[in-house]
Protein backbone atom coordinates (compact mmCIF):
# COMPACT_ATOMS: atom_id res chain seq x y z
CA UNK A 1 0.00 0.00 0.00
CA UNK A 2 1.35 3.23 -0.73
CA UNK A 3 1.38 6.62 1.60
CA UNK A 4 -1.24 8.67 0.91
CA UNK A 5 -1.17 11.98 2.67
CA UNK A 6 -4.24 14.51 3.29
CA UNK A 7 -3.97 17.82 1.28
CA UNK A 8 -2.86 19.56 4.30
CA UNK A 9 0.37 17.53 4.97
CA UNK A 10 0.59 17.72 1.13
CA UNK A 11 0.53 21.65 1.19
CA UNK A 12 3.08 21.45 4.12
CA UNK A 13 5.48 19.10 2.33
CA UNK A 14 5.95 21.26 -0.60
CA UNK A 15 6.63 24.44 0.99
CA UNK A 16 10.10 25.17 1.63
CA UNK A 17 10.77 26.05 5.07
CA UNK A 18 11.45 24.23 8.10
CA UNK A 19 8.22 22.90 8.99
CA UNK A 20 8.20 21.43 5.06
CA UNK A 21 11.31 19.93 5.20
CA UNK A 22 10.03 18.47 8.75
CA UNK A 23 7.05 16.89 6.95
CA UNK A 24 8.93 15.48 3.85
CA UNK A 25 11.08 13.54 6.41
CA UNK A 26 8.09 12.33 7.76
CA UNK A 27 6.64 11.10 4.27
CA UNK A 28 10.21 9.61 3.07
CA UNK A 29 10.25 7.88 6.56
CA UNK A 30 6.33 6.67 5.88
CA UNK A 31 7.17 6.06 2.49
CA UNK A 32 10.44 3.39 2.90
CA UNK A 33 8.12 1.95 5.75
CA UNK A 34 5.63 1.26 3.92
CA UNK A 35 3.04 3.21 5.87
CA UNK A 36 0.03 3.88 4.56
CA UNK A 37 -0.78 7.67 6.33
CA UNK A 38 0.45 9.70 9.24
CA UNK A 39 -0.90 9.19 12.53
CA UNK A 40 -0.95 11.98 15.40
CA UNK A 41 1.10 11.70 17.97
CA UNK A 42 0.56 13.00 22.05
CA UNK A 43 4.44 13.75 22.30
CA UNK A 44 7.75 13.43 21.48
CA UNK A 45 11.40 12.52 23.22
CA UNK A 46 14.17 13.72 21.10
CA UNK A 47 17.53 12.13 21.21
CA UNK A 48 18.52 14.39 18.10
CA UNK A 49 20.41 17.29 20.17
CA UNK A 50 23.65 15.38 21.00
CA UNK A 51 26.70 16.42 19.00
CA UNK A 52 28.27 13.68 16.82
CA UNK A 53 29.30 15.95 14.31
CA UNK A 54 28.82 19.53 12.43
CA UNK A 55 26.20 17.70 10.54
CA UNK A 56 23.51 17.67 13.27
CA UNK A 57 24.31 20.77 14.20
CA UNK A 58 23.95 22.60 10.74
CA UNK A 59 20.76 20.45 10.24
CA UNK A 60 18.90 21.87 13.49
CA UNK A 61 19.88 25.48 12.58
CA UNK A 62 18.29 24.97 9.61
CA UNK A 63 15.23 24.07 10.51
CA UNK A 64 14.95 27.22 13.29
CA UNK A 65 15.94 29.76 10.29
CA UNK A 66 13.00 27.78 8.52
CA UNK A 67 10.96 28.96 11.02
CA UNK A 68 9.93 25.60 12.62
CA UNK A 69 8.31 24.99 16.22
CA UNK A 70 6.90 21.54 17.78
CA UNK A 71 4.00 20.88 17.71
CA UNK A 72 3.84 18.60 21.10
CA UNK A 73 5.06 18.39 24.19
CA UNK A 74 8.85 17.31 23.35
CA UNK A 75 12.00 16.16 26.20
CA UNK A 76 15.38 16.56 24.81
CA UNK A 77 17.42 13.26 25.72
CA UNK A 78 21.22 13.82 26.70
CA UNK A 79 23.44 16.68 25.30
CA UNK A 80 27.37 16.70 25.09
CA UNK A 81 27.99 19.40 27.51
CA UNK A 82 26.86 19.15 30.96
CA UNK A 83 24.80 22.54 31.29
CA UNK A 84 24.45 22.98 35.15
CA UNK A 85 28.26 22.74 35.81
CA UNK A 86 28.93 19.50 37.64
CA UNK A 87 30.81 17.82 35.57
CA UNK A 88 34.20 19.41 33.60
CA UNK A 89 33.27 17.96 30.14
CA UNK A 90 37.19 17.97 27.94
CA UNK A 91 35.25 18.37 24.58
CA UNK A 92 37.93 20.74 22.92
CA UNK A 93 36.90 23.89 20.72
CA UNK A 94 35.50 24.05 18.01
CA UNK A 95 33.49 20.84 18.79
CA UNK A 96 32.28 22.58 22.03
CA UNK A 97 31.14 25.78 20.11
CA UNK A 98 29.48 23.20 17.75
CA UNK A 99 27.65 21.24 20.57
CA UNK A 100 26.39 24.17 22.44
CA UNK A 101 24.79 25.89 19.32
CA UNK A 102 23.16 22.21 18.05
CA UNK A 103 21.66 22.67 21.95
CA UNK A 104 20.66 25.87 21.62
CA UNK A 105 19.12 25.00 18.42
CA UNK A 106 17.15 22.25 20.05
CA UNK A 107 15.79 24.54 22.84
CA UNK A 108 14.44 27.33 20.23
CA UNK A 109 12.70 24.78 18.45
CA UNK A 110 10.30 24.68 21.65
CA UNK A 111 11.98 21.61 23.29
CA UNK A 112 12.29 21.09 27.12
CA UNK A 113 15.43 21.13 28.70
CA UNK A 114 14.96 18.38 30.74
CA UNK A 115 18.50 16.80 28.66
CA UNK A 116 17.99 13.18 30.21
CA UNK A 117 18.06 9.20 28.93
CA UNK A 118 15.26 8.70 31.91
CA UNK A 119 12.49 11.25 30.70
CA UNK A 120 9.72 8.82 32.16
CA UNK A 121 11.58 9.57 35.69
CA UNK A 122 11.16 13.52 34.96
CA UNK A 123 7.51 13.82 34.53
CA UNK A 124 7.33 12.50 31.26
CA UNK A 125 4.68 9.56 30.92
CA UNK A 126 2.29 9.52 28.37
CA UNK A 127 -0.91 7.31 28.72
CA UNK A 128 -1.23 3.98 28.40
CA UNK A 129 -2.71 3.55 24.61
CA UNK A 130 -1.50 6.75 23.30
CA UNK A 131 0.68 7.33 19.79
CA UNK A 132 4.26 9.27 20.84
CA UNK A 133 7.12 9.46 18.96
CA UNK A 134 10.06 8.61 21.06
CA UNK A 135 13.64 8.42 20.42
CA UNK A 136 16.88 6.85 21.99
CA UNK A 137 16.53 3.17 22.90
CA UNK A 138 16.30 2.57 26.55
CA UNK A 139 13.14 5.58 26.27
CA UNK A 140 11.46 3.77 23.48
CA UNK A 141 11.77 0.70 25.33
CA UNK A 142 10.41 1.89 28.53
CA UNK A 143 8.12 3.82 26.85
CA UNK A 144 6.34 0.75 25.08
CA UNK A 145 6.78 -1.59 27.74
CA UNK A 146 6.54 0.01 31.23
CA UNK A 147 4.07 2.77 29.82
CA UNK A 148 2.25 1.12 27.08
CA UNK A 149 2.46 4.05 24.94
CA UNK A 150 3.07 3.41 21.86
CA UNK A 151 6.14 4.25 19.66
CA UNK A 152 8.40 2.90 17.15
CA UNK A 153 12.47 2.93 17.61
CA UNK A 154 12.36 6.78 15.97
CA UNK A 155 15.53 7.58 15.04
CA UNK A 156 18.22 10.38 15.45
CA UNK A 157 16.56 13.55 13.07
CA UNK A 158 12.98 11.74 12.48
CA UNK A 159 11.84 12.60 15.90
CA UNK A 160 12.17 16.49 15.88
CA UNK A 161 10.65 15.65 12.53
CA UNK A 162 7.69 14.08 13.87
CA UNK A 163 7.64 16.50 16.80
CA UNK A 164 7.42 19.55 14.23
CA UNK A 165 4.71 17.59 12.24
CA UNK A 166 2.60 16.58 15.21
CA UNK A 167 2.34 13.30 13.15
CA UNK A 168 4.16 9.69 12.49
CA UNK A 169 4.15 6.87 9.81
CA UNK A 170 1.19 4.90 11.21
CA UNK A 171 3.62 1.51 11.34
CA UNK A 172 4.89 -1.49 13.59
CA UNK A 173 4.28 -0.71 17.15
CA UNK A 174 1.69 2.22 16.92
CA UNK A 175 -0.50 -1.18 15.88
CA UNK A 176 -1.78 -3.19 18.40
CA UNK A 177 -1.83 -6.26 16.40
CA UNK A 178 2.29 -5.90 15.66
CA UNK A 179 2.58 -5.12 19.97
CA UNK A 180 1.44 -8.60 20.76
CA UNK A 181 4.48 -11.18 21.72
CA UNK A 182 5.43 -14.28 19.64
CA UNK A 183 8.16 -15.18 21.67
CA UNK A 184 8.36 -16.63 25.43
CA UNK A 185 11.56 -15.97 27.46
CA UNK A 186 10.95 -18.08 30.55
CA UNK A 187 13.11 -17.00 33.31
CA UNK A 188 11.96 -19.74 35.98
CA UNK A 189 14.81 -22.24 36.12
CA UNK A 190 17.27 -19.55 37.60
CA UNK A 191 17.32 -19.59 41.49
CA UNK A 192 15.22 -16.93 43.01
CA UNK A 193 18.48 -15.32 44.93
CA UNK A 194 19.83 -14.43 41.50
CA UNK A 195 16.35 -13.01 39.92
CA UNK A 196 15.77 -10.98 43.53
CA UNK A 197 19.59 -9.50 42.94
CA UNK A 198 20.35 -6.09 41.05
CA UNK A 199 22.48 -7.91 38.45
CA UNK A 200 19.50 -9.89 37.29
CA UNK A 201 18.26 -7.52 35.11
CA UNK A 202 20.55 -5.86 33.13
CA UNK A 203 22.14 -9.30 32.36
CA UNK A 204 19.30 -10.99 31.49
CA UNK A 205 18.26 -7.80 29.64
CA UNK A 206 21.84 -8.21 27.53
CA UNK A 207 21.09 -11.87 27.05
CA UNK A 208 17.02 -11.12 25.92
CA UNK A 209 18.01 -8.63 23.59
CA UNK A 210 20.92 -11.16 21.88
CA UNK A 211 18.33 -14.68 21.65
CA UNK A 212 15.10 -11.95 19.95
CA UNK A 213 16.49 -9.22 18.35
CA UNK A 214 13.83 -7.03 16.84
CA UNK A 215 11.17 -9.85 17.91
CA UNK A 216 8.49 -8.74 20.74
CA UNK A 217 8.50 -11.49 23.61
CA UNK A 218 6.95 -12.24 26.78
CA UNK A 219 9.08 -12.92 30.06
CA UNK A 220 7.71 -15.50 31.99
CA UNK A 221 8.61 -16.78 35.25
CA UNK A 222 8.79 -13.68 37.89
CA UNK A 223 6.85 -14.41 41.20
CA UNK A 224 7.10 -10.66 41.84
CA UNK A 225 7.69 -7.09 40.54
CA UNK A 226 11.54 -6.10 40.23
CA UNK A 227 10.85 -2.53 40.53
CA UNK A 228 10.83 0.45 37.86
CA UNK A 229 14.55 1.11 38.07
CA UNK A 230 15.00 -2.70 37.16
CA UNK A 231 12.75 -2.62 34.50
CA UNK A 232 14.50 0.40 33.32
CA UNK A 233 18.06 -1.59 33.58
CA UNK A 234 16.59 -4.48 31.26
CA UNK A 235 15.20 -2.68 29.13
CA UNK A 236 18.63 -0.58 28.33
CA UNK A 237 20.50 -3.28 28.15
CA UNK A 238 18.00 -5.62 25.90
CA UNK A 239 18.07 -2.53 23.56
CA UNK A 240 21.63 -2.18 23.45
CA UNK A 241 22.32 -6.14 22.64
CA UNK A 242 19.80 -5.87 20.47
CA UNK A 243 17.17 -3.78 18.54
CA UNK A 244 14.49 -4.69 21.67
CA UNK A 245 11.25 -1.75 21.47
CA UNK A 246 9.20 -3.23 23.36
CA UNK A 247 9.02 -5.91 25.79
CA UNK A 248 6.11 -7.83 27.98
CA UNK A 249 6.95 -9.51 31.34
CA UNK A 250 3.32 -11.53 32.04
CA UNK A 251 2.02 -10.28 35.59
CA UNK A 252 4.28 -7.13 35.45
CA UNK A 253 3.92 -4.75 32.24
CA UNK A 254 0.21 -3.37 31.76
CA UNK A 255 -0.35 -5.05 28.30
CA UNK A 256 0.82 -8.79 30.11
CA UNK A 257 -1.73 -9.53 32.66
CA UNK A 258 -0.37 -13.29 31.35
CA UNK A 259 1.41 -14.91 28.87
CA UNK A 260 -2.13 -15.62 27.27
CA UNK A 261 -3.72 -12.67 26.60
CA UNK A 262 -0.08 -11.40 25.11
CA UNK A 263 0.86 -13.75 22.73
CA UNK A 264 -0.35 -13.70 19.17
CA UNK A 265 -1.26 -17.06 18.66
CA UNK A 266 -2.85 -20.25 20.89
CA UNK A 267 1.31 -21.34 20.83
CA UNK A 268 4.42 -19.06 20.90
CA UNK A 269 6.37 -19.41 18.03
CA UNK A 270 9.37 -20.21 20.38
CA UNK A 271 10.33 -20.76 23.94
CA UNK A 272 13.62 -19.84 25.18
CA UNK A 273 14.16 -21.32 28.45
CA UNK A 274 16.90 -19.78 30.28
CA UNK A 275 19.45 -21.84 31.68
CA UNK A 276 21.77 -21.08 34.84
CA UNK A 277 24.87 -21.53 32.36
CA UNK A 278 23.12 -18.97 29.82
CA UNK A 279 22.81 -16.71 32.33
CA UNK A 280 26.43 -16.80 34.17
CA UNK A 281 27.46 -16.90 30.39
CA UNK A 282 25.87 -13.62 29.37
CA UNK A 283 27.15 -11.91 32.46
CA UNK A 284 30.48 -12.78 31.68
CA UNK A 285 30.02 -11.40 27.94
CA UNK A 286 29.26 -8.12 29.73
CA UNK A 287 33.10 -7.68 31.07
CA UNK A 288 35.73 -7.11 28.73
CA UNK A 289 38.74 -6.47 30.54
CA UNK A 290 41.40 -9.28 31.31
CA UNK A 291 41.69 -10.33 34.81
CA UNK A 292 43.15 -7.28 36.62
CA UNK A 293 44.48 -5.82 40.05
CA UNK A 294 43.47 -2.30 39.97
CA UNK A 295 40.17 -0.23 38.05
CA UNK A 296 40.64 3.17 37.09
CA UNK A 297 37.07 4.19 37.73
CA UNK A 298 33.08 3.09 37.80
CA UNK A 299 30.72 5.00 36.12
CA UNK A 300 26.84 4.17 36.54
CA UNK A 301 23.99 5.80 35.83
CA UNK A 302 22.97 4.80 32.09
CA UNK A 303 19.97 5.15 31.93
CA UNK A 304 20.27 8.38 34.18
CA UNK A 305 20.14 7.52 37.83
CA UNK A 306 16.53 7.82 39.51
CA UNK A 307 16.41 9.46 43.71
CA UNK A 308 15.76 5.81 44.54
CA UNK A 309 19.07 4.83 43.06
CA UNK A 310 20.96 7.57 44.67
CA UNK A 311 19.84 6.65 48.06
CA UNK A 312 21.05 3.33 47.25
CA UNK A 313 24.59 5.07 46.41
CA UNK A 314 24.64 6.67 49.73
CA UNK A 315 23.99 4.12 51.49
CA UNK A 316 26.60 1.72 50.07
CA UNK A 317 29.39 4.34 50.11
CA UNK A 318 28.38 5.15 53.59
CA UNK A 319 30.91 8.46 54.14
CA UNK A 320 33.89 6.04 53.37
CA UNK A 321 36.61 7.43 50.42
CA UNK A 322 37.00 6.58 47.58
CA UNK A 323 40.31 5.60 46.16
CA UNK A 324 38.50 5.46 42.55
CA UNK A 325 36.04 8.43 41.18
CA UNK A 326 32.61 6.91 40.69
CA UNK A 327 30.78 9.01 37.60
CA UNK A 328 27.31 9.06 38.73
CA UNK A 329 25.24 10.08 35.61
CA UNK A 330 22.11 11.68 35.79
CA UNK A 331 19.76 14.34 34.93
CA UNK A 332 18.75 17.21 36.52
CA UNK A 333 15.62 16.46 37.68
CA UNK A 334 17.41 14.62 40.19
CA UNK A 335 19.40 17.00 41.19
CA UNK A 336 17.02 19.09 43.30
CA UNK A 337 16.50 16.49 45.81
CA UNK A 338 20.05 15.60 45.92
CA UNK A 339 20.98 19.44 46.61
CA UNK A 340 18.88 19.29 49.96
CA UNK A 341 20.44 18.68 53.63
CA UNK A 342 23.91 18.70 51.66
CA UNK A 343 23.71 15.10 50.38
CA UNK A 344 25.40 16.26 47.03
CA UNK A 345 28.34 17.95 49.14
CA UNK A 346 29.03 14.65 51.18
CA UNK A 347 29.05 12.34 48.08
CA UNK A 348 31.45 15.11 46.23
CA UNK A 349 33.37 14.75 49.26
CA UNK A 350 33.57 10.99 48.88
CA UNK A 351 34.80 10.98 45.33
CA UNK A 352 31.78 10.61 43.41
CA UNK A 353 31.50 12.90 40.40
CA UNK A 354 28.05 13.94 39.57
CA UNK A 355 27.71 14.05 35.66
CA UNK A 356 24.12 16.10 34.87
CA UNK A 357 22.51 16.20 31.44
CA UNK A 358 25.26 14.00 29.87
CA UNK A 359 27.13 10.92 30.41
CA UNK A 360 30.38 9.50 30.55
CA UNK A 361 30.24 7.37 26.98
CA UNK A 362 28.84 10.28 24.80
CA UNK A 363 30.85 12.94 25.40
CA UNK A 364 34.86 12.85 26.81
CA UNK A 365 34.94 12.71 30.22
CA UNK A 366 37.10 10.41 32.16
CA UNK A 367 40.31 10.75 31.84
CA UNK A 368 42.16 9.53 28.34
CA UNK A 369 43.91 5.99 29.63
CA UNK A 370 45.89 3.61 27.01
CA UNK A 371 44.26 1.33 28.73
CA UNK A 372 42.15 1.95 31.33
CA UNK A 373 39.84 -0.70 33.19
CA UNK A 374 36.55 0.96 33.81
CA UNK A 375 33.38 -0.73 36.47
CA UNK A 376 29.84 -0.70 35.69
CA UNK A 377 26.72 -1.84 37.01
CA UNK A 378 24.93 -0.85 33.73
CA UNK A 379 24.96 -2.81 30.99
CA UNK A 380 24.21 -0.24 28.37
CA UNK A 381 27.58 1.12 29.34
CA UNK A 382 29.33 -2.15 29.23
CA UNK A 383 28.19 -2.39 26.07
CA UNK A 384 29.12 0.96 24.99
CA UNK A 385 32.42 2.04 26.84
CA UNK A 386 34.80 0.41 24.96
CA UNK A 387 33.80 1.36 21.53
CA UNK A 388 33.19 4.89 22.96
CA UNK A 389 35.84 5.43 25.77
CA UNK A 390 38.26 2.86 25.08
CA UNK A 391 37.96 2.29 28.67
CA UNK A 392 37.55 -2.32 28.90
CA UNK A 393 34.56 -2.94 31.35
CA UNK A 394 34.22 -5.10 34.27
CA UNK A 395 30.45 -5.51 35.12
CA UNK A 396 29.38 -6.03 38.51
CA UNK A 397 26.42 -4.94 40.95
CA UNK A 398 26.68 -1.30 42.58
CA UNK A 399 27.38 -3.13 45.85
CA UNK A 400 30.61 -4.53 43.94
CA UNK A 401 31.17 -1.32 41.83
CA UNK A 402 31.18 0.65 45.38
CA UNK A 403 33.30 -1.67 47.44
CA UNK A 404 35.78 -1.69 44.01
CA UNK A 405 35.84 2.00 44.25
CA UNK A 406 36.19 2.53 47.61
CA UNK A 407 39.67 -0.20 47.38
CA UNK A 408 40.75 1.14 44.14
CA UNK A 409 40.75 -2.70 42.93
CA UNK A 410 37.77 -5.26 41.97
CA UNK A 411 35.62 -7.05 44.29
CA UNK A 412 33.03 -9.50 43.16
CA UNK A 413 30.44 -11.01 45.07
CA UNK A 414 29.18 -14.20 43.60
CA UNK A 415 25.29 -14.15 43.10
CA UNK A 416 24.93 -17.67 41.34
CA UNK A 417 22.48 -17.92 38.73
CA UNK B 1 27.22 -11.09 -13.34
CA UNK B 2 24.41 -8.85 -12.02
CA UNK B 3 21.73 -8.52 -9.66
CA UNK B 4 18.77 -6.60 -9.10
CA UNK B 5 18.16 -4.66 -6.42
CA UNK B 6 15.29 -2.86 -5.03
CA UNK B 7 16.60 0.99 -4.51
CA UNK B 8 15.69 2.21 -0.55
CA UNK B 9 17.07 5.32 -0.95
CA UNK B 10 18.05 6.94 -3.99
CA UNK B 11 21.58 8.46 -4.35
CA UNK B 12 25.01 8.50 -6.33
CA UNK B 13 25.79 5.16 -8.04
CA UNK B 14 29.34 4.27 -6.77
CA UNK B 15 31.73 1.17 -6.72
CA UNK B 16 34.33 0.09 -3.91
CA UNK B 17 35.64 -3.15 -2.02
CA UNK B 18 32.74 -5.09 -0.91
CA UNK B 19 32.59 -5.70 2.70
CA UNK B 20 30.40 -7.70 3.72
CA UNK B 21 29.35 -7.47 7.49
CA UNK B 22 28.98 -10.71 9.57
CA UNK B 23 27.23 -9.65 12.36
CA UNK B 24 24.74 -6.95 12.78
CA UNK B 25 26.05 -3.44 14.12
CA UNK B 26 25.11 -0.51 16.20
CA UNK B 27 26.56 2.55 14.08
CA UNK B 28 26.26 4.63 17.24
CA UNK B 29 29.24 3.49 19.49
CA UNK B 30 30.30 0.98 16.33
CA UNK B 31 31.62 2.77 14.03
CA UNK B 32 33.47 6.04 14.34
CA UNK B 33 31.87 8.84 12.55
CA UNK B 34 35.44 11.00 12.00
CA UNK B 35 36.72 7.62 9.96
CA UNK B 36 34.35 5.44 9.33
CA UNK B 37 36.67 2.72 11.18
CA UNK B 38 34.16 0.23 12.85
CA UNK B 39 35.27 0.86 16.86
CA UNK B 40 32.71 -2.29 18.17
CA UNK B 41 35.53 -4.77 19.73
CA UNK B 42 32.69 -7.37 20.04
CA UNK B 43 32.23 -7.13 16.73
CA UNK B 44 33.61 -9.44 14.29
CA UNK B 45 34.80 -6.83 11.48
CA UNK B 46 36.29 -4.58 14.23
CA UNK B 47 38.52 -2.31 12.69
CA UNK B 48 37.93 -2.57 9.30
CA UNK B 49 37.03 0.67 7.37
CA UNK B 50 33.62 1.20 5.58
CA UNK B 51 34.61 4.36 4.21
CA UNK B 52 34.45 4.16 0.48
CA UNK B 53 33.37 0.32 0.35
CA UNK B 54 30.18 -1.12 -0.66
CA UNK B 55 28.71 -2.08 2.53
CA UNK B 56 26.20 -5.25 3.35
CA UNK B 57 24.33 -5.07 6.33
CA UNK B 58 23.16 -8.30 7.97
CA UNK B 59 20.86 -5.64 10.11
CA UNK B 60 21.62 -3.09 12.55
CA UNK B 61 21.05 -3.25 16.78
CA UNK B 62 21.44 -0.67 19.29
CA UNK B 63 20.87 3.22 19.49
CA UNK B 64 18.77 5.07 17.97
CA UNK B 65 21.51 7.45 16.67
CA UNK B 66 22.54 5.28 14.33
CA UNK B 67 21.54 8.34 11.40
CA UNK B 68 22.97 10.96 13.09
CA UNK B 69 26.48 8.67 12.55
CA UNK B 70 25.66 7.53 8.93
CA UNK B 71 24.83 12.18 8.09
CA UNK B 72 28.21 12.53 10.12
CA UNK B 73 30.32 10.06 7.54
CA UNK B 74 28.58 11.42 4.76
CA UNK B 75 29.66 15.15 5.56
CA UNK B 76 33.01 14.09 6.28
CA UNK B 77 33.69 12.49 3.18
CA UNK B 78 33.36 9.33 5.08
CA UNK B 79 30.66 7.08 3.97
CA UNK B 80 30.55 3.95 2.40
CA UNK B 81 30.22 3.87 -1.92
CA UNK B 82 26.49 2.40 -1.51
CA UNK B 83 24.78 0.83 1.48
CA UNK B 84 23.08 -3.18 0.05
CA UNK B 85 20.41 -4.10 3.09
CA UNK B 86 18.12 -7.29 3.66
CA UNK B 87 15.04 -5.42 4.91
CA UNK B 88 14.44 -1.15 5.10
CA UNK B 89 15.87 0.13 8.30
CA UNK B 90 14.13 2.95 9.45
CA UNK B 91 17.10 4.54 11.61
CA UNK B 92 19.77 3.90 9.52
CA UNK B 93 18.38 5.28 6.14
CA UNK B 94 17.22 8.41 7.84
CA UNK B 95 20.68 9.61 7.74
CA UNK B 96 20.61 9.22 3.81
CA UNK B 97 16.90 10.77 3.92
CA UNK B 98 17.75 13.68 6.07
CA UNK B 99 21.32 14.49 4.01
CA UNK B 100 19.20 14.62 0.59
CA UNK B 101 17.02 17.72 2.36
CA UNK B 102 20.33 18.67 3.20
CA UNK B 103 21.61 19.14 -0.11
CA UNK B 104 24.64 16.91 0.25
CA UNK B 105 25.18 13.96 -2.28
CA UNK B 106 24.59 10.88 -0.72
CA UNK B 107 25.34 6.87 -1.18
CA UNK B 108 22.58 4.72 -2.71
CA UNK B 109 20.81 2.02 -0.33
CA UNK B 110 19.30 -0.98 -2.01
CA UNK B 111 17.50 -4.26 -0.69
CA UNK B 112 18.59 -7.78 -1.12
CA UNK B 113 17.74 -11.06 0.32
CA UNK B 114 20.48 -12.12 2.68
CA UNK B 115 21.49 -15.76 1.57
CA UNK B 116 22.86 -13.25 -1.64
CA UNK B 117 25.31 -11.31 0.68
CA UNK B 118 28.29 -13.53 0.96
CA UNK B 119 28.37 -14.40 -3.31
CA UNK B 120 30.12 -10.81 -2.82
CA UNK B 121 33.33 -10.10 -2.48
CA UNK B 122 36.19 -7.98 -4.62
CA UNK B 123 34.92 -4.75 -6.23
CA UNK B 124 31.32 -4.36 -6.35
CA UNK B 125 29.45 -1.54 -8.21
CA UNK B 126 25.86 -0.11 -7.44
CA UNK B 127 24.54 1.16 -10.48
CA UNK B 128 22.24 4.11 -11.40
CA UNK B 129 18.92 1.36 -11.27
CA UNK B 130 20.04 0.22 -8.33
CA UNK B 131 21.66 -2.95 -10.18
CA UNK B 132 24.42 -5.05 -7.92
CA UNK B 133 27.62 -5.94 -10.30
CA UNK B 134 30.64 -7.40 -9.20
CA UNK B 135 33.62 -6.39 -11.36
CA UNK B 136 36.64 -8.15 -9.86
CA UNK B 137 37.32 -11.22 -8.03
CA UNK B 138 37.73 -11.15 -4.21
CA UNK B 139 41.03 -10.55 -3.73
Redesign the interface.
Known amino acids: MSLSLSPEEQAIAAKQDGPG?AM??VA??AR???APRLIPIASSHI??A?Y?????T??AE?LVEGGAKVAVRSTLNVGALDLMGCSRIRLEEPQRGMARRMMEAYRKLGCEQSWTCAPYQAGHRPALGSDVAW???NA?VFCNSVLGART????????IACAITGRAPDYGLHRPDNRRARLVFDVSGLSPSFLASEIAWPVLGSLY?REV??AIGVVAGLAAHPGEDALKAFGAAA?????VGLFHIAGVTPEAPDIETILAGPEPEAVIRVTPGMAAKARAGLS?AAATKTIDAVAIGSPHLSNAEFESLERLIAGRRLTVPIYACTGRHALAPLERDGRRKRLEASGVVIVADTCV?VTPIMPELGNGVLMTNSGKFA??A???TGYAVLYASLADCVESAVLGKPVFTDIAA | MSAAAEI??PGKAGEGEALVLTA?I?F???VD??TGRI????HPQHGEIIAGRVLFLP???????????L??L???GRAPAGLVLHE?D??????L???R??G?ETPMAVRLGRDAFETYGGRVRIAEDGALRRISLRS
Open positions: MRIESLLGDGLHGDSGLFKGESVNRYGDFLDGGNASSGATVHYPGN | LVPSWGGPKADVRGTIGSSSASAVMEVHNPAILLLGIVAEMW
